[in-house]
Nanobody, 120 residues
Framework: QVQLVESGGGLVQPGGSLRLSCAAS????????MGWYRQAPGKQRELVAR???????TYADSVKGRTTISRDVGKSTVTLQMNSLKPEDTAVYYC??????????????WGQGTQVTVSS
């Protein structure tokens, strides 16, 4: 099993920046990708960004150009840096970890979620 612990949520003013971190522990060898999803009230959970352990990244169109996902291999930690935050970025952000095999992603674990609120 893989355990995920998130940190870094909070209240940010529009135009501000935020960094979210997710630390994985447990059966790290069973995963080869980690990512961040978000879920706003009344909406479906959506992918924000994902990074494979080979370094490939995927971003939602809504965050491209102002968001960077990165991975610290030694610490099994993934960081999401979000800039130019907008009120519509307000959501609970969830870290996930899983494995790509033959192009198919299988999720192994979700984090507990961290609230991000963008408001003046």
């Amino acid at each position: 099993q893989v355990q995920l612990v998130e940190s870094g949520g909070g209240l940010v003013q529009p135009g501000g920046s935020l960094r979210l971190s997710c630390a994985a522990s447990g059966s790290i060898s069973s995963i080869n990708a980690m990512g961040w999803y978000r879920q706003a009230p009344g909406k479906q959970r959506e992918l924000v960004a994902r990074i494979t352990f080979g370094g490939s990244t995927t971003y939602a169109d809504s965050v491209k150009g102002r968001t960077t996902i990165s991975r610290d291999v030694g610490k099994s930690t993934v960081t999401l840096q979000m800039n130019s935050l907008k009120p519509e970025d307000t959501a609970v952000y969830y870290c996930d970890a899983g494995r790509f095999s033959m192009g198919i992603y299988s999720r192994m674990s979700w984090g507990q979620g961290t609230q991000v609120t963008v408001s003046s």
